[in-house]
């Protein structure tokens, strides 16, 4: 049972335009999101969170929206650059629930075209 | 700081093999965590220590043995593996079991 979903396995965004990816979970008890960016034979590298508490965060280029009725959250990227190419994952976790593991999704390939 | 270091970077090893994996951070976090990471699949969580004591298993096998010897550093023993484990094992590390978690570059594993 996937219960965080990237349904996008790859998009591809010209550079200088909005990257939006997308994720989808069905627990409700997830109340704190994560997204991390992969490059090949790396670790993932945390790029912003998100709890319940809120709909939106912001850090530099990089905004997570989080719609709860719906289940959705999303990582808008904007500019686009071309070091942004890479596998973006997102991540659930319920840590004031007691449950300190991180769900994550499939991920979804982002390719940036100069 | 934001640094977790995994060594070795790349190793090989037999099915015979004793060989141990290696994490370390000095960020004063006090859960770290094992996963594995298969290409083209998210990585999945195989172990948690939090305060140096194990508080998830995630029904990994038994020739996996981790070990928390101190708040910094977290080790993977492994033993009599099997070609299917070859794969990318990621260390991560969150200030306590609520953090956010900060992963190494991890260490690609080949089992012949």
């Known amino acids: 049972d996937q219960q965080v979903k990237q349904n996008s396995p790859s998009l591809s965004v010209q550079e200088g335009r909005i990257s939006i990816l997308n994720c989808d979970y069905t627990n409700s008890m997830f109340d704190y999101f994560l997204w991390y960016k992969k490059y090949p034979a790396e670790g993932p590298t945390f790029l912003i969170s998100i709890s319940s508490i809120k709909d939106k965060n912001e850090d530099g280029r990089f905004t997570v929206f989080l719609n709860k009725s719906a289940k959705h959250l999303s990582l808008h990227i904007v500019p686009s650059q071309p070091g942004d190419s890479a596998v973006y994952f997102c991540a659930a976790g319920a840590p004031n629930f007691g449950n300190e593991k991180l769900t994550f999704g499939t991920g979804t390939r982002l390719t940036i075209i100069p | 700081d934001t640094e977790v270091t995994q060594t070795p970077k790349h190793l090989v090893m037999g099915m015979t093999n004793k060989k141990s994996l290696k994490c370390e951070q000095h960020?004063?976090?006090?859960?770290m965590y094992w996963y594995k990471q298969k290409a083209k699949k998210p990585p999945e969580l195989m172990f948690v220590y939090s305060y140096e004591k194990l508080s998830i298993n995630e029904s990994v096998p038994s020739r996996f043995s981790p070990e928390c010897p101190n708040s910094s550093l977290l080790n993977l023993h492994l033993h009599a593996l099997q070609p299917e484990d070859s794969a990318l094992y990621l260390c991560?590390?969150?200030?306590?079991?609520?953090?956010?978690?900060?992963f190494g570059p991890g260490t690609r594993l080949t089992v012949l």
């Open positions: 960020m004063g976090h006090r859960a």
């Open positions: 991560a590390s969150s200030q306590d079991n609520r953090g956010t978690q900060y």
